[in-house]
């Protein structure tokens, strides 16, 4: 008796299709929220004097060139010129990363060590708490998505988004503790945490880590490490000149 075994090397066409418009409007959806919020964010941090404030609206602003990028990448129809764009959308997404935390570390030192004292900001609180509700559900449709695609880009975009989750707890508690103890010390070092968690992502999508692509034959049984799901190989960044 013969069994036969079927191997799967990504999505069909028509999935991979559907696939990439999904994409597509998430990250408009991405891009739409997080102008918004950058608007919202920035006023407000200006007003309170807030390192927490105005980074978080500093990254609403670096999501929405990442959400771009990947846009840009989406935006053509043949799938051979998508993946042709992938690492520079990578790179672009990783430089976002890397600026966010420069400029929110400089000023996060600068608050403690006495040159300015963020102030109260219930504007930003409401805020903090509504991206805290609505980005987790934006970055796991895309993060869905990008994997079953095998589009390393929307994963690590989809990261952006998730960081921005992470981002809004961080920055609640800071708020919180300002306006409730008057610990002014606590946005300076929500801000610092945020720039260390920046650092991490950008440094992952600069070596392309966070999604795989389908895989040959060959290496289906590989061990699925990037949790993109079975018959995919993670990406290292690694070149072919390197392996």
């Not at 602003?61 to 998508?82: G, K, L, N, Y």
């Not at 959308?89 to 976002?96: D, E, F, K, P």
């Not at 049984?221 to 290292?236: K, N």
């Amino acid at each position: 008796m013969t069994a036969e075994i079927s191997i799967s090397l990504g999505p069909s066409p028509a999935r991979r299709d559907a696939l990439t418009r999904r994409i597509r409007l998430l990250v408009a959806a991405t891009m739409t929220y997080n102008v918004v919020e950058a608007i919202v964010a920035l006023t407000a941090g200006s007003l309170a004097s807030s390192t927490a404030l105005i980074g978080f609206g500093l990254d609403s602003v670096i999501e929405v060139s990442s959400a771009a990028a990947v846009a840009w990448q989406f935006s053509a129809a043949d799938h051979a010129v998508r993946e042709a764009r992938e690492q520079r959308t990578l790179r672009i997404i990783a430089v976002s990363f890397f600026a966010l935390a420069a400029y929110v570390t400089v000023d996060a030192v600068r608050a403690l060590t006495g040159a300015g004292e963020a102030g109260r900001s219930i504007p930003g609180i409401v805020l903090a708490a509504l991206s805290l509700a609505v980005m987790p559900f934006l970055s796991a449709a895309q993060r869905r998505a990008g994997r079953e695609l095998g589009s390393a880009s929307a994963v690590a975009d989809s990261k952006q988004t998730l960081l921005c989750t992470y981002l809004s707890a961080v920055l609640l508690l800071g708020l919180v503790l300002n306006t409730t103890l008057g610990w002014s010390w606590a946005d300076p070092m929500a801000a610092l945490i945020i720039a260390a968690v920046a650092v991490k992502e950008g440094r992952d999508a600069w070596r392309g880590h966070g999604c795989c692509a389908p895989s040959a034959p060959a290496a289906v049984a590989q061990a699925d490490t990037c949790g993109c799901g079975p018959g995919c190989v993670c990406r290292t960044g690694e070149s072919q000149e390197e392996r």
